[in-house]
C-alpha cells in the first residue's frame, strides 16, 4: 500500500517528459541541430584544409575525412537519441571496461613508432586511450552525480575521484603517451573543479604539484619529453633537431602575414617544411593561406562553439548530464587550445591534434561521440534520473 | 554511499559559478592565443617570410670547366674528358642488393665496389646519388643505356675527369689532379673545393698553375623542399661558371715522345733547354708512369708496381736525381784552372795511367795512360790524370766557385716543385756535413766529376747552354706566362769560355774524341760539341783491378757505370743544348750519345734549322 510519501517518490519514477518517450521522429526534431552544424562546419574546415595541405588531391586525406565526418556524423546522431538514462546506467561499466582494453593494449598491444597504444583487431585497429577519454568524462560524471556534496571536498569524496583518474593514467602514461596523460588529467581535474571542491583543496593541491612536478620532471620523464620541454625555451639553439618542427611551424605561420599566401599557396607546406601538416600541424597551413583572419576566425568558431555547449549545460538540470556536457566540453576545449599552443611555440610538442580539423582516425569519432552525449543530454533534460533531482 | 532522496546533491547553482569561472579561463586562453597569432603573424611577419624564402632556395656550385695544359705548339697534354659513370639512386630502387646483382650481369663489379655503394646508401639522404662506377669504357657505357628500362633507379652518367693522352710521358711535368684533402682546403677556403667533382692539381704542373687553370666556380639557383632534395633549377638566376685558361708550356710534345722512344726499356733522363732563351724543350725522366690512374684511383696491385719497379718509375730523375757527373764536369775544372791561371794551354802533363797522392793511387779511365796531353787534348781524350794535377795545383775552392757560376749546387724556378740543389763540395762544405776536414784525395775525385761532387741532369744541361751562350746566366723554364725572364751576366772570360769550346767540339766532331761519329751532329753541315761521362757507380777494389777490372758488361745492372752526355748544337751558332743520363748505362760514348744526338738532330729539325756554311761544310740540306 503506497502512502503519500511512496507516491511521490514513485510519481519521480514514474514522469516523463513527452520528449522521451516519443518515437523516434519525435527525438530527431528536438535534436539541437545547431549544435550538430557548427561541428560539421568545422569539419569542412578540415576537409578543405586537407585538401590544401596534401597539394589539391582529394585523394590523399580530403576524402576519407569527409568519410569519417560522415560516420561521426551517424554515430552522433545515434548516441544522441539514446535515452540519457541508459548513458547513465553504462557509464561505471564503460569506464571498466576501457581500462580493461588499456590493460590489454599493455600485453597485446601493437607498437607503432615508439609506443604501445594500439590493438590490432584484425578488420580496424582499436586505441583504448581515446575511449577512455570519454569513459573517464562518463564516470567521473556518474560519482559526482552520486556523491553528496558535503562530500565532495572531503579526503573521501575526493579519494574516489582521484582513483578514477589515477587508475587509466598509469597505463596511458607507461604506453608512453604524455600527451594523452595530461589531457585525461586536465579534463579529470576539471571535472572535480566545478563539482565545486573547496578552495582551500585546490591551493593545498597547488602547493603539492609544486614540490611533485620538478621530482616529476627529473625523474619521471624520459629524455624526449624532456628534450621536448627544453627546446620550447630555446628552440633556436638547435633547428634542425628537436626544435625544427616548432622553428618550422613559426615560419609557417608568420609568413601567412594578416591575410595569408591565399587558398593552395602556402610555400611552406609546398615544401614539406613543416612535418605532420595533415595532422598535428594543420593549423600552419591554416595561417600560412589565411593569415591573422583565418587563425583569428577558426579560433573564433571553435570558441562559439565551446560557448554554445556552455549555454546547452545551463539547461540542464541532472548533475550528471551537467558534468557530462561540461566534461565533453572541456577535453575538447583542451584538444584546441593545447595543439594550437604547440603549433604556435608557446608549449612543447605534445603530439595533441586538432579536433574536427586533423587528418585522423580515432579521433574524430570519439570527439563526436561526445558530441553525441552532448547532445543526448541536451535532449533528454527533462527525463529523471534516479536519485532526482531538486 | 548512495545518498538518500533528501540527503544534500551538489548544488546545480555552485556548477553553473564554476562554468563561468573556467569560462573566463577560456576567454583568457584564446585570448592569449589570438595574441601570440597576431604575433607571429603581424609583429614577426617580415622575419618570418624572409626565413621561409631563405629556406626554400640554395645556390648549389657549378665546378668550372678546367683549363688545358699545352705544348709550345699548341697540342694538348692535358684535358677534359668526358666520362662515363653509373649512379645509384637509393629512392628509387626496391632493394640496393638486387640492383646492383642486376648491374652486375651487364657490368661487373667488385665485391670492394659493392661494399662501399651499400656504405655510401646508408649514409646519405635517399635520394642522393651514389657513384657505383666511373672511368667506364664506352662499351660498358652503352650497354648501361641499353639495360637501362631493366635497370630501375640505376642512372647512366657523363661527367668530365682529366685525363692525360700520351701514356705518361708527361706524367713527372703535368702531375695529376685529385679531390682536395684537408691540407687543400685549409690553404684555400674557396668553398669549391668541397665539391664532390672537384678536383684540385697535387703535384707538377698541375699544382703550380692551380688558379690559372681553375676558373671560377658559377652558381645554380635551385628550389630545395625540407629534406634537402632539388624540385626545380632557376638556370636564369644562376651565374655561369668561368672556364679556367689554358696553360702553354714550352715543351715540344713530339720531341718529347721522340725521346721516350730512343730510351726504350732503359732508365735515365733527357733535357734539352734553348740555350739562348733558357726554355726547355724536352724534360723527361724514363721510366714514366700513367697519371690518368692516379686521377682516376690507383688500385693497390698499381701502387705496388710502382712501388716496386726498380727503374723507379715516379721518381724525376732529371729534377730530382742526383748523379756524379763524371767527365762532364771536367769543362768547370778546366775554366777554372784558366781562372786561376795556375796553367797554361800549352803546357803538357804526362798520363800514365795513373798518378800517386801519398799513400793512395789514383787512376786514369785508361789503364794505359795517354801519354802527353795538353789542355784541350785533356778534354778531347778525357783524360783523368790531367784534371788531377789541376786539382793538386788549385785545391778546391776555385772548381767550386766557377761551378756555383754555371749554376752547380743551386734550384732553379722552373715553375714546378721538387728538385734538388745538388752539392757543390767545398772545404767548408764538409766541416759542416761530414765534420771533417777537406783531402787533396778530395779535389782529385772533384777534378773528374766524382767524390762528393752530386749534380742533376737538369744542372747539367743548365751548364752546357751557359757555356754555349757564353754571356748570360740563362736559367731554365717550361711554363709559359707574360713575364719574360731576364738573366744575369755570365761571369767568365769569353776567351776561356771560346777555348772551353772549342775542346767541346774536338770531343764530337775530330777522330780519338770519345764522342767522335762520321757524322758529327748527324745534319750535314751543322757541328756539335759535347761531353761524354761515364758515372763510376762502385769503387773499384785493388784486387780487382790486379786481376782485370770487369767491363760493365760482365756487371749486374746496378753495379754499371751511368752513362752521361752533354752537347750543344750548332757549333757555329749555338740554339740548342742537350745533357742525358741513362742509368747504369755503361759508358758515356754509348746511349747516351747516341740518344742525345738523335734529339739534337731533331729539335734542329723541328725548329727549321737552315743548314748554313760552316768549316767543313760543302752542300746543306735537310
Same mark, same amino acid.
Given at each position: ?47 578543405? /584544409? ?189 633547428? /634542425? ?102 603549433? /604556435? ?46 | ?221 635551385? @628550389? ?8 626545380? @633549377? ?269 775542346? /767541346? ?118
Amino acid at each position: 500500500m503506497m502512502d503519500g510519501s511512496d507516491k511521490q517518490r514513485y510519481a519521480r519514477y514514474t514522469t516523463v517528459d513527452s520528449s522521451v518517450q516519443g518515437s523516434v521522429i519525435t527525438r530527431l526534431y528536438e535534436v539541437n541541430w545547431l549544435l550538430f552544424a557548427l561541428v560539421f562546419l568545422i569539419g569542412g574546415i578540415g576537409v578543405t /584544409m586537407i585538401f590544401a595541405a596534401t597539394d589539391g588531391q582529394w585523394d590523399a586525406g580530403a576524402f576519407q575525412h569527409f568519410q569519417r565526418l560522415i560516420l561521426g556524423g551517424g554515430i552522433m546522431l545515434f548516441v544522441a537519441l539514446v535515452n540519457i538514462r541508459i548513458w547513465y546506467f553504462l557509464a561505471y561499466p564503460i569506464y571498466l571496461g576501457a581500462v580493461l582494453l588499456l590493460g590489454a593494449v599493455d600485453f597485446f598491444g601493437v607498437e607503432v613508432n615508439g609506443s604501445v597504444r594500439w590493438l590490432d583487431l584484425g578488420f580496424m585497429r582499436l586505441q583504448p586511450s581515446e575511449i577512455m577519454k570519454l569513459a573517464i568524462v562518463l564516470a567521473l560524471a556518474r560519482y559526482y552525480h552520486d556523491l553528496p556534496g558535503w562530500r565532495v571536498s572531503r579526503a573521501s569524496g575526493l579519494f574516489g575521484a582521484l582513483l578514477l583518474i589515477g587508475l587509466p593514467m598509469q597505463f596511458i602514461f607507461r604506453q608512453p603517451d604524455l600527451g594523452t596523460t595530461i589531457l585525461l588529467v586536465a579534463t579529470g581535474f576539471a571535472i572535480v573543479f566545478l563539482a565545486g571542491i573547496n578552495w582551500r583543496v585546490i591551493v593545498a593541491g597547488a602547493f603539492g604539484a609544486a614540490i611533485a612536478i620538478p621530482i616529476f620532471y627529473r625523474f619521471g620523464l624520459k629524455d624526449y619529453q624532456r628534450a621536448r620541454i627544453n627546446t620550447m625555451f630555446s628552440p633556436e639553439s638547435d633547428p /634542425m633537431g628537436a626544435s625544427y618542427h616548432i622553428i618550422q611551424s613559426k615560419i609557417a605561420l608568420g609568413s601567412g602575414g594578416v591575410s595569408g599566401k591565399g587558398f593552395m599557396q602556402g610555400t611552406q607546406r609546398s615544401g614539406d617544411y613543416v612535418p605532420e601538416n595533415t595532422t598535428d600541424f594543420i593549423f600552419t597551413v591554416i595561417g600560412e593561406e589565411f593569415g591573422l583572419i583565418g587563425g583569428v576566425g577558426t579560433i573564433a568558431i571553435y570558441g562559439v562553439l565551446i560557448a554554445f555547449c556552455l549555454y546547452l549545460s545551463f539547461q540542464v538540470k541532472h548533475i550528471f548530464s551537467r558534468l557530462l556536457i561540461l566534461g565533453v566540453t572541456t577535453t575538447f576545449s583542451l584538444y584546441v587550445f593545447i595543439n594550437l599552443a604547440m603549433v /604556435m611555440g608557446l608549449i612543447p610538442v605534445v603530439g595533441v591534434p586538432l579536433p574536427l580539423i586533423s587528418y585522423g582516425g580515432t579521433v574524430i569519432l570519439t570527439v563526436m561521440t561526445g558530441f553525441g552525449l552532448i547532445l543526448s543530454s541536451h535532449l533528454f533534460r527533462n527525463a529523471e534520473l534516479p536519485k532526482g533531482q531538486n | 554511499m548512495k545518498p538518500r532522496d533528501n540527503e544534500e546533491r551538489i548544488d546545480p547553482k555552485t556548477v553553473t559559478r564554476r562554468t563561468i569561472l573556467m569560462a573566463a579561463g577560456g576567454i583568457g586562453a584564446m585570448g592569449v592565443l589570438t595574441a601570440r597569432l597576431y604575433y607571429l603573424q603581424v609583429t614577426k611577419a617580415e622575419d618570418y617570410t624572409v626565413l621561409s624564402d631563405r629556406n626554400r632556395f640554395n645556390f648549389n656550385i657549378i665546378v668550372p670547366e678546367r683549363g688545358r695544359i699545352l705544348d709550345r705548339n699548341g697540342e694538348a697534354l692535358a684535358v677534359n674528358r668526358q666520362e662515363y659513370r653509373v649512379l645509384l639512386i637509393p629512392e628509387q630502387v626496391k632493394d640496393v642488393e638486387i640492383a646492383l646483382n642486376d648491374l652486375n650481369a651487364v657490368v661487373p663489379l667488385s665485391d670492394a665496389t659493392r661494399a662501399r655503394v651499400k656504405k655510401d646508401v646508408r649514409r646519405k639522404a635517399r635520394f642522393i646519388p651514389v657513384l657505383i662506377e666511373d672511368h667506364l669504357d664506352w662499351n660498358s657505357f652503352a650497354a648501361i643505356n641499353l639495360h637501362a628500362p631493366d635497370l630501375p633507379g640505376i642512372i647512366p652518367d657523363v661527367g668530365q675527369g682529366r685525363a692525360y693522352p700520351n701514356n705518361g710521358i708527361f706524367s713527372h711535368i703535368l702531375g695529376y689532379v685529385g679531390t682536395a684533402g684537408p691540407k687543400d682546403v685549409e690553404a684555400d677556403p674557396d668553398p669549391l673545393l668541397r665539391q664532390p667533382a672537384f678536383r684540385i692539381g697535387k703535384t707538377g704542373v698541375e699544382a703550380a698553375v692551380e688558379t690559372r687553370l681553375r676558373g671560377k666556380s658559377g652558381k645554380l639557383k635551385v @628550389e630545395v623542399n625540407a629534406f634537402g632534395r632539388i624540385v626545380r @633549377e632557376w638556370p636564369n638566376a644562376s651565374d655561369a661558371p668561368t672556364p679556367g685558361e689554358d696553360v702553354s708550356l714550352t715543351i715540344d710534345a713530339d720531341l718529347q715522345r721522340y725521346a721516350a722512344e730512343l730510351f726504350e726499356e732503359e732508365s735515365g733522363g733527357s733535357v734539352v733547354i734553348d740555350v739562348m732563351t733558357g726554355e726547355l724543350r724536352t724534360l723527361l725522366s724514363m721510366p714514366t708512369f700513367d697519371g690518368n690512374l692516379f686521377v682516376s684511383g690507383l688500385t693497390q696491385l698499381d701502387m705496388d708496381a710502382l712501388n716496386s719497379d726498380w727503374k723507379r718509375p715516379q721518381f724525376n730523375k732529371v729534377l730530382r736525381g742526383g748523379y756524379p757527373p763524371a767527365s762532364t764536369y771536367k769543362m768547370v775544372v778546366m775554366l777554372a784552372a784558366l781562372k786561376e791561371g795556375i796553367i797554361s794551354t800549352s803546357e803538357r802533363v804526362f798520363c800514365t795511367g795513373k798518378t800517386q797522392l801519398g799513400s793512395r793511387t789514383f787512376h786514369c779511365w785508361r789503364r794505359q795512360g795517354h801519354g802527353a796531353m795538353n789542355m784541350r787534348d785533356a778534354l778531347k781524350y778525357s783524360c783523368d790524370v790531367y784534371f788531377y794535377e789541376l786539382a793538386n795545383r788549385m785545391g778546391i775552392q776555385p772548381i767550386h766557385d766557377m761551378a756555383a757560376k754555371l749554376g752547380f749546387g743551386q734550384t732553379f724556378d722552373v715553375g714546378i716543385k721538387g728538385q734538388i740543389a745538388g752539392i757543390n763540395p767545398n772545404g767548408a762544405w764538409k766541416e759542416r756535413r761530414l765534420g771533417d776536414g777537406w783531402r787533396t784525395g778530395d779535389s782529385y775525385n772533384a777534378s773528374i766529376g766524382q767524390g762528393f761532387v752530386v749534380t742533376t741532369p737538369l744542372q747539367l744541361a743548365v751548364m752546357t747552354a751557359r757555356i754555349a751562350n757564353g754571356r748570360r746566366a740563362i736559367t731554365p723554364h717550361f711554363i709559359i706566362d707574360d713575364e719574360v725572364p731576364g738573366f744575369k751576366p755570365l761571369d767568365i772570360d769569353p776567351n776561356h769560355l771560346q777555348f772551353v769550346r772549342d775542346a /767541346m767540339w774536338s770531343v764530337c766532331q775530330e777522330p780519338g774524341g770519345t764522342a767522335f761519329r762520321s757524322n758529327g751532329s748527324g745534319i750535314p753541315g751543322v757541328d756539335m760539341a759535347g761531353k761524354t761521362g761515364t758515372g763510376q757507380v762502385r769503387s773499384i777494389s785493388k784486387a780487382e783491378r790486379l786481376s782485370g777490372v770487369m767491363s760493365n758488361a760482365q756487371l749486374e745492372w746496378e753495379l754499371r757505370d751511368h752513362s752521361l752526355f752533354v752537347a750543344y748544337a750548332p757549333y757555329a751558332a749555338p740554339r740548342f743544348a742537350v745533357a742525358t743520363i741513362v742509368e747504369h748505362g755503361g759508358s758515356g760514348s754509348g746511349l747516351a750519345a747516341t740518344i742525345s744526338r738523335a734529339l739534337i738532330k731533331r729539335v734542329l729539325e723541328r725548329d727549321g734549322m737552315q743548314a748554313r756554311a760552316s768549316d767543313n761544310s760543302t752542300t746543306s740540306q735537310l
